[in-house]
């Protein structure tokens, strides 16, 4: 196959590449990014009423991030990551109160803490966003004030450059909805940009990110040594926190769980990885207290391994608020390593009857952001 000439990939990444890279770096006036803004708003507003679709991007369905990926492409010509979490952390985090007309409102809508929900400010309290389900969905104008949205409000994201001082006052947020205060000067526009990157580095950015959660749960399984049957193994809770970030969360967190079948009180300590929404996975040593025997069988005594211990994955379900907290029902199932007295390793049948468990339970769930 004949190969594509070196100068040929190199001309096509600068055709494409200069013109945005220039765009971005140009000085915009506050004039011409209250034209950007409202040019933003304007254009996402012709697409009100067009369905809900997962995945689409239009022109005759969206998802919520969809929407506002296309809009800002086709309208001022900015590309913004496609998914919500990925223009989450693409912004500039700012204070409610510096929020402007095409700014980025951002909710949490599932039970795991995280960013899954984004419409674009429209002014005076209204965002135009992609509504999956309620009485309202698809392309509407919906309101902060609404008790659903203002109970899932996360925070609002900055990507355009502030319009703060321009001429026409209807594009500034903080101007529309404090109508008495004209005092707005060329310093305080040059600290907004400070004071909304300092919001969101630094420890106290890092800090707004930390999400924990806490879970108890009712052990069981299948089978015991002798028979195939239902059957509790006991209790355990976790203590855990995670960093939130567009794809994958990491966490760590320790679990105390008391095994009836074993006879053990087992000390976990995990590492672990969130993916999506709903799905967690977790490994890491484990000490036991007690001496461990093979459930169902009294006389045939076990050990437990430290490394590796135990790996294991769960899921849970959407959450409904409870104050600052979320609170879901989760399910997950884990392995714990056990082995002979001697050593050795355990029949496949003995290892899975001491060591494969299923725990079912409540996790409540409290980001940082909701306390600080």
């Not at 990885?273 to 207290?289: A, D």
Request: proline residues 4%; charged residues 20%.
């Amino acid at each position: 196959m004949k190969k594509t000439p070196i100068f040929l990939i190199i001309l096509f990444f600068l055709v494409i590449l200069v013109p945005q890279v220039c765009a971005q770096s140009k000085t915009v006036t506050a004039e011409e990014a209250a034209v950007m803004r409202k040019t933003f708003v304007e254009y996402s507003k012709r697409y009100i009423g067009k369905p809900y679709v997962r995945g689409a991007t239009g022109p005759d369905s969206f998802d919520c991030s969809g929407l506002v990926f296309a809009c800002s492409r086709e309208s001022i010509g900015v590309q913004l990551p496609r998914q919500t979490r990925a223009m989450y952390a693409y912004c500039t985090i700012i204070d409610d109160a510096k929020r402007e007309i095409g700014d980025l409102v951002f909710f949490k809508t599932t039970g795991d803490g995280s960013v899954s929900h984004v419409g674009i400010y429209a002014g005076n309290g209204q965002f135009i966003n992609a509504a999956s389900d309620g009485p309202n969905n698809g392309v509407i104008l919906s309101s902060l004030k609404e008790n659903y949205w203002k109970n899932h409000y996360f925070q609002t994201g900055r990507f355009l450059p502030s319009a703060a001082g321009a001429s026409d006052s209807s594009v500034s947020d903080k101007k529309a909805e404090t109508s008495g205060q004209n005092s707005a000067n060329s310093a305080e526009q040059s600290s907004a940009s400070t004071d909304s990157k300092s919001s969101s580095h630094g420890f106290a950015g890092f800090a707004r990110k930390i999400i924990f959660d806490a879970t108890l749960n009712l052990d069981w399984n299948f089978y015991t040594a002798s028979s195939f049957k239902m059957n509790a193994r006991g209790f355990s809770t976790m203590l855990h926190a995670m960093y939130d970030s567009p794809l994958i969360r990491p966490g760590f967190g320790t679990m105390i769980r008391y095994d009836a079948g074993t006879g053990t009180l087992q000390l976990p300590f995990i590492a672990s990885l969130t993916i999506g929404e709903y799905f967690r996975i977790f490994v890491g040593p484990v000490f036991s207290i007690g001496k461990a025997k093979l459930p169902g069988d009294e006389d045939t005594r076990i050990d437990e391994s430290i490394f590796p211990g135990i790996i294991g994955m769960c899921w849970q379900t959407p959450s409904f608020a409870a104050g600052k907290t979320r609170i879901s029902f989760q399910q997950d199932i884990h392995y714990s390593v056990f082995n002979k007295t001697n050593g050795s390793a355990l029949s496949l049948k003995d290892s899975l009857v001491s060591g494969l468990v299923f725990s079912t339970g409540v996790r409540v769930t409290l980001p940082m952001a909701n306390i600080l």
